[in-house]
Every structure is written in C-alpha cells, then in structure tokens.
C-alpha cells in the first residue's frame, strides 16, 4: 500500500480547516464581548442540536430506533448517568435488531 501526497494535503487541509473555525470561535469571543442576552441563546445551542439529529432518526426510524430512544431516556431518567443512558439504549436497539 502506498501512500498518496494527495491525500495527505487533503487530510491536512480539512485538519487545518477544523482547527481554524475552533481557534476561530475563541478567538471571536475574546475580542467581541456579546450581550448576557446572545450569550444565554448562545448556551442552548447544544440542546436544539442533539434534537434536530435525534427526531429525523426517529421519524424515519424503526421498533430498534424507538427501542433504544426509550431506554436511553428511562435510564438517564433512573440514573442520571450519560454513560449509563448511552449503554442502555444501544443494549436495547441491539437486542431488538438481533430479535428480528
């Protein structure tokens, strides 16, 4: 196998990309100092996130989708644990696919 200075540049190229658009953000919010009001939008950002990845796969999921969307939140409603949760609901999407 050999290895192609093409794809070296590329994997370089998206490398450097990634670490400007970070380095990017820090540098932004040191210099540009926003209002208490954007920075406490800024703070659910994450959250809105995680649901627009989550309710497509829903949505166009299946019983192993839905399976393991309940659990998940069953045990991180028992536990409090995100590890925990996220163990949970895979165990159980991949009990229901290897039952089907």
Do not use: E
Not at 37 to 63: D, E, H, K, N, Q
């Amino acid at each position: 196998m050999t290895l192609d200075p093409w794809v070296l540049a590329a994997i370089g190229a998206m490398a450097l990309a990634t670490y400007l658009t970070r380095a990017g953000g820090y540098w932004l919010f040191r210099v540009v100092k926003p209002p208490p009001v954007v920075r406490a939008m800024l703070g659910y950002i994450p959250g809105t996130l995680f649901v627009s990845y989550v309710v497509p796969a829903l949505a166009s999921g299946g019983v192993q989708q839905w399976a393991g969307a309940a659990v998940t939140i069953a045990v991180m409603a028992a536990t409090r644990n995100l590890a925990f949760a996220i163990l949970g609901g895979t165990a159980a999407a991949a009990a229901v696919w290897a039952a089907s």
